[in-house]
């Protein structure tokens, strides 16, 4: 390394970091350092207790990279590790994963997982149009049955005379096996005609506190009654099963953000086979089924463009990204997605998705072994969850992801020692009980990703983005994520074989890192800072009386005129890099050209996805993806030239979001606005002092758009 790397007191970013931890992160009367120590104690006590020894030096270990931010778990880490984790269903702790049907895409979003799912013909087997005839109803009794409204549990007893009942249990297993209900008697065919009533009589109010989730207020059973009935309406709607399948998951997706329990992110993929792939390329045309990203599987065939249905298919695609000013559907290299089938034929027996909290019956068995049959057949099975980071079989899988932030350590060997133990410590998390065990078991899959990668590569190596892309200038910088590279495919095999496990299947990443990122400045993951300086302005309702305190301390205060009610207030924000002397040599996302992003992505994959050895060749491919959106101006790309540049790129990379930068200065509330350096100092030296500042949840989700790809 060309510069020592420099030493840092670990603290929140004083305002946005602050802000975000809040929000996202801090318990009750928490800091910094003890949401180190309550996550290191609960992964750490992942490992078996005859190993006392071992078990307290990764507590050690962990507790003191987690509290310097050399290791930064993912956002489920630091919101839920504690001592209970070893109790705990490994859900909660995954970012996000796959799913075959609608009632695990509905389980898995009701445990906040981001879900993708392959809405392949053969991959969508129930015909919804044979749904059961379906009835909601709630005892008289409950806090939450309105008169003339709803349907009592009394009034069905005496109306229905022949139905299939269901009593839906007070869990979130409970609410999914209602929609497994419905879900495998469509599949079978036989009950078209007949009565299913789902009671949600035992169904908490709403208010009522959630255990395990910090006693966040519940939603009550109306958000799912609402949305079965949303559900009824595909049947004879005369849609072919994926679409219906689509739509289902959508209604299902939209009860979870209607619940709170977080954003139901899902991303949607079609092979480019399939005859209606040019119907699902325009289906949210217009805004509809915006619940998720939809991206289009191709693979090398497509790319050779010999077909006339692979050139259509590639127009159409491209076509929808650029005028439809959304980027989608995106596009995913399938062929380049790792993919190890071994021991994947013993998924034939429908067993792949159960656990000790969730057993499906022995119908819908049935349904998924037909469903492992089909996938089994197929030449690919890998698809990407939501932001893109991880390869997973379309049956069903998880993201076990966590960050290492090389800037923040004081040398190599501190480095090296971080990445070592984000390792093994997301390696313990595939041990905890799981809905897709066997799945986890066989591949063993993790992610160990790098966020604060530019400041790392100026602050240690004094090169700037545009130096990072000139390959040979900046070759021990390459090198260094190398032997970065190496270091984690030496401990996952090691660990692996220590605690009894196969190698992971895959093990490094790039995800997008905005929450964990924020916490301290830090540009996310591979992307480019957004802006310079900036002011983040967070809404508040008029008469507030955190507003009129922000307002006497000098913070910049408006109130809006077309968001009636609202007022905003300004934080001035200043991201750690514009901190470190670049002197002018700082490139933002939208000022570095897609040509030279594409080059960033590659040069990302060659070194420390894929890596090399130390004579310069690659390594066996045991890399996931980066999670990248790439953006471009429309003012500066015309079609033509988009149209170029993906086919000449995009084929060279596993994934990416290609989408235009939207224009936000013709409105009159921006979450954040750019400023000059004047302009935020000027802002800065009217503040005369430092209240807690808060930050509008809507700017955490997916805020650099690194979902849809």
């Given at each position: 390394?060309?510069?020592?790397?420099?030493?840092?007191?670990?603290?929140?970013?004083?305002?946005?970091?602050?802000?975000?931890?809040?929000?996202?992160?801090?318990?009750?009367?928490?800091?910094?350092?003890?949401?180190?120590?309550?996550?290191?104690?609960?992964?750490?006590?992942?490992?078996?207790?005859?190993?006392?020894?071992?078990?307290?030096?990764?507590?050690?270990?962990?507790?003191?990279?987690?509290?310097?931010?050399?290791?930064?778990?993912?956002?489920?880490?630091?919101?839920?590790?504690?001592?209970?984790?070893?109790?705990?269903?490994?859900?909660?702790?995954?970012?996000?994963?796959?799913?075959?049907?609608?009632?695990?895409?509905?389980?898995?979003?009701?445990?906040?997982?981001?879900?993708?799912?392959?809405?392949?013909?053969?991959?969508?087997?129930?015909?919804?149009?044979?749904?059961?005839?379906?009835?909601?109803?709630?005892?008289?009794?409950?806090?939450?049955?309105?008169?003339?409204?709803?349907?009592?549990?009394?009034?069905?007893?005496?109306?229905?005379?022949?139905?299939?009942?269901?009593?839906?249990?007070?869990?979130?297993?409970?609410?999914?096996?209602?929609?497994?209900?419905?879900?495998?008697?469509?599949?079978?065919?036989?009950?078209?005609?007949?009565?299913?009533?789902?009671?949600?009589?035992?169904?908490?109010?709403?208010?009522?506190?959630?255990?395990?989730?910090?006693?966040?207020?519940?939603?009550?059973?109306?958000?799912?009654?609402?949305?079965?009935?949303?559900?009824?309406?595909?049947?004879?709607?005369?849609?072919?099963?994926?679409?219906?399948?689509?739509?289902?998951?959508?209604?299902?997706?939209?009860?979870?953000?209607?619940?709170?329990?977080?954003?139901?992110?899902?991303?949607?993929?079609?092979?480019?086979?399939?005859?209606?792939?040019?119907?699902?390329?325009?289906?949210?045309?217009?805004?509809?089924?915006?619940?998720?990203?939809?991206?289009?599987?191709?693979?090398?065939?497509?790319?050779?463009?010999?077909?006339?249905?692979?050139?259509?298919?590639?127009?159409?695609?491209?076509?929808?990204?650029?005028?439809?000013?959304?980027?989608?559907?995106?596009?995913?290299?399938?062929?380049?997605?790792?993919?190890?089938?071994?021991?994947?034929?013993?998924?034939?027996?429908?067993?792949?998705?159960?656990?000790?909290?969730?057993?499906?019956?022995?119908?819908?068995?049935?349904?998924?072994?037909?469903?492992?049959?089909?996938?089994?057949?197929?030449?690919?099975?890998?698809?990407?969850?939501?932001?893109?980071?991880?390869?997973?079989?379309?049956?069903?899988?998880?993201?076990?992801?966590?960050?290492?932030?090389?800037?923040?350590?004081?040398?190599?060997?501190?480095?090296?020692?971080?990445?070592?133990?984000?390792?093994?410590?997301?390696?313990?998390?595939?041990?905890?009980?799981?809905?897709?065990?066997?799945?986890?078991?066989?591949?063993?899959?993790?992610?160990?990703?790098?966020?604060?990668?530019?400041?790392?590569?100026?602050?240690?190596?004094?090169?700037?983005?545009?130096?990072?892309?000139?390959?040979?200038?900046?070759?021990?910088?390459?090198?260094?994520?190398?032997?970065?590279?190496?270091?984690?495919?030496?401990?996952?095999?090691?660990?692996?074989?220590?605690?009894?496990?196969?190698?992971?299947?895959?093990?490094?990443?790039?995800?997008?890192?905005?929450?964990?990122?924020k916490l301290f400045g830090l540009s996310e993951g591979a992307h480019l800072p957004a802006m310079r300086e900036y002011i983040r302005w967070v809404q508040f309702i008029n008469g507030d009386p955190l507003v009129a305190k922000y307002k006497k301390e000098g913070y910049p205060v408006r109130e809006l005129k077309s968001y009636h009610g609202t007022t905003v207030v300004g934080f001035p924000t200043q991201p750690e890099i514009c901190r470190l002397g670049?002197?002018?040599?700082?490139?933002?996302?939208?000022?570095?050209?897609?040509?030279?992003?594409?080059?960033?992505?590659?040069?990302?994959?060659?070194?420390?996805?894929?890596?090399?050895?130390?004579?310069?060749?690659?390594?066996?491919?045991?890399?996931?993806?980066?999670?990248?959106?790439?953006?471009?101006?429309?003012?500066?790309?015309?079609?033509?030239?988009?149209?170029?540049?993906?086919?000449?790129?995009?084929?060279?990379?596993?994934?990416?979001?290609?989408?235009?930068?939207?224009?936000?200065?013709?409105?009159?509330?921006?979450?954040?606005?750019?400023?000059?350096?004047?302009?935020?100092?000027?802002?800065?030296?009217?503040?005369?002092?430092?209240?807690?500042?808060?930050?509008?949840?809507?700017?955490?989700?997916?805020?650099?758009?690194?979902?849809?790809?």
């Open positions: 390394m060309k510069k020592p790397v420099t030493i840092h007191t670990r603290r929140l970013t004083i305002g946005l970091g602050k802000a975000v931890a809040k929000r996202t992160i801090l318990r009750a009367g928490e800091d910094w350092t003890e949401v180190a120590k309550r996550v290191a104690k609960g992964n750490s006590s992942l490992i078996p207790a005859r190993l006392k020894k071992h078990r307290l030096a990764e507590y050690k270990l962990l507790k003191k990279h987690i509290a310097n931010a050399t290791i930064l778990m993912s956002g489920r880490h630091l919101q839920h590790g504690d001592a209970t984790q070893p109790t705990r269903n490994m859900e909660v702790f995954t970012n996000c994963s796959t799913a075959s049907a609608s009632f695990i895409v509905f389980y898995l979003l009701l445990n906040g997982s981001g879900v993708g799912r392959a809405y392949d013909d053969d991959m969508c087997l129930v015909n919804w149009d044979h749904m059961s005839v379906v009835r909601c109803v709630l005892d008289d009794k409950h806090p939450d049955f309105v008169w003339g409204e709803d349907e009592s549990v009394k009034e069905a007893r005496h109306k229905y005379a022949k139905a299939y009942w269901f009593v839906v249990p007070d869990s979130r297993e409970g609410w999914a096996q209602a929609i497994e209900k419905i879900e495998v008697m469509a599949y079978e065919k036989k009950y078209k005609d007949d009565l299913l009533v789902l009671d949600f009589s035992k169904v908490r109010p709403k208010g009522s506190p959630i255990g395990g989730m910090q006693d966040r207020p519940a939603s009550g059973p109306k958000p799912l009654m609402r949305a079965i009935q949303k559900v009824t309406t595909v049947k004879n709607a005369g849609m072919p099963s994926w679409k219906q399948a689509m739509f289902v998951d959508h209604y299902l997706a939209e009860c979870v953000l209607v619940g709170g329990a977080r954003r139901a992110a899902r991303i949607a993929t079609k092979v480019w086979t399939d005859p209606d792939i040019f119907d699902f390329i325009d289906l949210k045309q217009g805004g509809f089924l915006w619940s998720a990203n939809d991206s289009v599987a191709v693979d090398d065939k497509f790319w050779q463009q010999k077909a006339k249905h692979a050139k259509r298919v590639l127009d159409a695609v491209l076509h929808a990204s650029y005028h439809h000013d959304t980027g989608e559907p995106g596009l995913f290299n399938q062929h380049r997605f790792v993919q190890n089938d071994t021991g994947f034929d013993g998924y034939r027996d429908g067993k792949y998705a159960i656990s000790n909290k969730y057993q499906p019956g022995k119908k819908t068995t049935r349904m998924l072994s037909h469903l492992a049959r089909n996938a089994g057949s197929k030449v690919y099975m890998q698809i990407p969850n939501p932001c893109g980071e991880i390869t997973l079989n379309m049956l069903g899988g998880y993201c076990v992801i966590a960050d290492v932030v090389p800037y923040h350590a004081p040398d190599f060997a501190s480095a090296l020692e971080a990445f070592r133990a984000a390792t093994r410590a997301l390696i313990r998390v595939n041990t905890m009980d799981s809905l897709y065990n066997r799945e986890v078991s066989r591949t063993n899959r993790i992610g160990v990703s790098m966020t604060g990668i530019h400041e790392f590569g100026w602050n240690a190596f004094g090169y700037s983005f545009r130096d990072l892309i000139n390959e040979e200038k900046s070759k021990d910088f390459w090198l260094t994520l190398a032997a970065f590279k190496r270091a984690v495919v030496d401990e996952a095999e090691k660990y692996s074989r220590f605690l009894g496990l196969v190698t992971p299947h895959t093990n490094t990443t790039i995800k997008p890192a905005g929450t964990t990122s670049m002197n002018g040599e700082l490139v933002t996302a939208g000022e570095a050209t897609p040509e030279e992003q594409f080059k960033w992505l590659m040069l990302l994959e060659k070194y420390w996805i894929v890596g090399i050895d130390e004579s310069g060749n690659p390594l066996p491919d045991t890399g996931n993806q980066v999670s990248y959106t790439l953006k471009y101006k429309k003012d500066k790309v015309n079609f033509r030239h988009f149209k170029a540049m993906m086919k000449k790129y995009y084929s060279q990379v596993k994934c990416a979001s290609v989408m235009p930068q939207q224009e936000l200065t013709a409105y009159e509330y921006q979450p954040e606005e750019a400023v000059t350096i004047g302009d935020f100092m000027k802002t800065l030296n009217e503040i005369t002092g430092e209240l807690d500042e808060d930050i509008d949840l809507e700017v955490l989700k997916c805020d650099t758009g690194a979902c849809p790809i």
